[in-house]
């Protein structure tokens, strides 16, 4: 499984598109999967109550995933928004328990971000507010490949995706 990260707005669904569309690989996103298991959707300011809960959640449904045998690609965070407003790391077990075979992170511009989430969500979110996220993201996704032995690609905006892309065909 491949693990696709990245803050809200940075560009992983047209990301996974495209994965999805030259590699041929399955794409689910962690939060579809936890609202299949849990029966209920998320809100769209991205604010998550009960972080811990929704990450059992999201192992059941993996796992059953995992019993096709297919690779698949997985569009998911490393750190969430939590109910209080506050940036909360997703617990290190639960990416211990996905065991991605690759990480790769997405960043983006934080002026792009903003623009995204205000057409897409209708929410303005403060430039520092998503500078900050997004080096949290950063910081905690290359801990946790590090600890995981994980290879990891950091790509720094919509400009490298084509290339990231290449370099996953040349390795197929």
Not at 40 to 62: G, P
Not at 125 to 154: M, N, R, W
């Amino acid at each position: 499984m491949i693990f696709v990260g990245g803050i809200h707005g940075v560009g992983k669904t047209y990301f996974c598109e495209k994965i999805k569309e030259f590699l041929g690989f399955d794409y689910y996103t962690a939060s579809q999967l936890i609202e299949r298991q849990r029966g209920v959707r998320f809100d769209v300011d991205k604010k998550v109550v009960n972080i811990n809960s929704n990450q059992v959640l999201l192992i059941e449904a993996l796992n059953k995933l995992r019993e096709s045998g297919k690779e698949f690609i997985l569009d998911g965070h490393f750190c969430l928004v939590n109910n209080d407003g506050n940036i909360s790391r997703v617990p290190f077990q639960t990416f211990k328990d996905i065991k991605p075979s690759r990480i790769i992170l997405l960043t983006e511009d934080p002026q792009v971000i903003m623009q995204r989430r205000v057409e897409r969500d209708g929410i303005k979110l403060d430039i520092k507010e998503i500078e900050i996220f997004q080096h949290e993201e950063c910081s905690y996704a290359v801990e946790v490949a590090k600890k995981l032995g994980c290879p990891i690609i950091i790509s720094s905006g919509a400009r490298e995706l084509e290339s990231i892309i290449e370099t996953m065909l040349m390795e197929a």
